[in-house]
Each structure stands twice: as C-alpha cells, then as structure tokens.
C-alpha cells in the first residue's frame, strides 16, 4: 500500500486551510508540509497498525498483520484454522499459585517477533485450549520462568567403571 496518495491530500487539505490566510500563509503550509512528511507516513502507519490489532482482536485466532517492506504497507491475514467447530472448548487451566492471571489488571504491552511457523504453531496450541495467543504465551512464559527457578535435580556423578559408590582423596 502506497501512502504518497494520503500524504498528498494531507497536503492539498493544509494549502486549502492555509489559503484565506493569503499568499504567505499558504507559502508556510508549503514550507511546513515537506518537513512533515515523515512525521505523516509513520501516524498513518500507527492508525493501520492500531486497526490491525483490532481487527485481529475480532478475527481470534485468525490474525492481520502490518508489515513495512522498504516505504510500502502491507498486510498478511492469518484466517483461523479451518475445521469443524469445536462442540466445547476444553476449560482452561486454573491459575498457577505465583503466576499473574492475564486479567489481574496490571499489564505492559511488548512486541514480539516470532517466524511464521512458530506463529501458526502457537496459534494452534492456543485454540487447542480455547484461550486467545496473548494468554497462551502468558502462561507458557510462566511455566517456563517457574521451571527456570527451580534448582535442577542433582544427579550422582557415575564413571563407567564405578558401580554407583564414588571415593575421593589422593592417591600415590
């Protein structure tokens, strides 16, 4: 998608505005207006983006995605998986004890950039338990931090030749 056209009635709008102004203020809406051009294309870029993220909020677990290739827009649509519908979702788990809920009110927006397989992969998973992405990645991130604080199981140290009983000190 090309935004030279929207920029361009952006500018053609602010010359209109400025011409009961006379001639100067119309040659400072000229002025102004290439020095913002960029300034433009990235809030038209934020309001598709923003309206990508609502569509995809009505189309879970399909997706749209913005992507910026150079200085053109485009869209990818991920369509939810087709197959039969589900008579019921399973129930989803109960809240880990330690583990924020994805509803406890206290949230922090990131963007994370996953391949498109992974993607799809995780998609599906999540439509398995008939929970959205962004609370299967939730808890998937929090089973993963509360293994990770979880000291490893010590294993005996065995060589190949001991039967299992190990002996220290030196030896000459």
């Known amino acids: 998608m090309d935004l030279t056209p929207f920029v361009e009635q952006l500018r053609r709008e602010l010359a209109l505005a400025a011409a009961p102004g006379g001639e100067e ?3 400072l ?12 294309r990235l809030a038209l870029l934020s ?12 189309l ?5 995605d913005v992507r910026l290739r150079g200085g053109d827009i485009g869209f990818v649509v991920t369509p939810p998986p087709a197959g039969p519908p589900a008579e019921e979702p399973p129930a989803a788990p109960a809240p880990q004890p330690g583990i924020p809920d994805a509803d406890d009110g206290s949230m922090l927006r990131i963007t994370l950039r996953l391949p498109e397989q992974l993607k799809v992969r995780v998609e599906e998973a999540a439509a398995r338990l008939g929970s959205s992405v962004n609370t299967w ?9 509360t293994r990770a604080d979880q000291p ?16 220290t000190g030196w030896v000459r």
């Not at 809406?29 to 433009?40: C, D, G, K, V, W």
């Not at 309001?47 to 009505?58: H, K, V, Y």
């Not at 879970?60 to 749209?64: E, Q, R």
């Not at 990645?137 to 931090?145: E, G, I, N, P, Q």
Request: charge should be negative; proline fraction near 7%.
């Open 60 to 64: 879970a677990p399909g997706a749209v």
């Open 29 to 40: 809406a000229e002025r102004l207006t290439a020095p913002l051009e960029s300034s433009i």
């Open 25 to 27: 203020a119309q040659a």
């Open 47 to 58: 309001a598709l983006s923003a309206a990508a993220e609502e569509i995809t909020s009505q």
């Open 137 to 145: 990645l939730v808890r998937a991130v929090s089973d993963a931090l």
């Open 152 to 167: 490893p199981a010590a294993e005996p140290r065995r060589s190949r030749w001991s039967s299992g009983q190990s002996y």
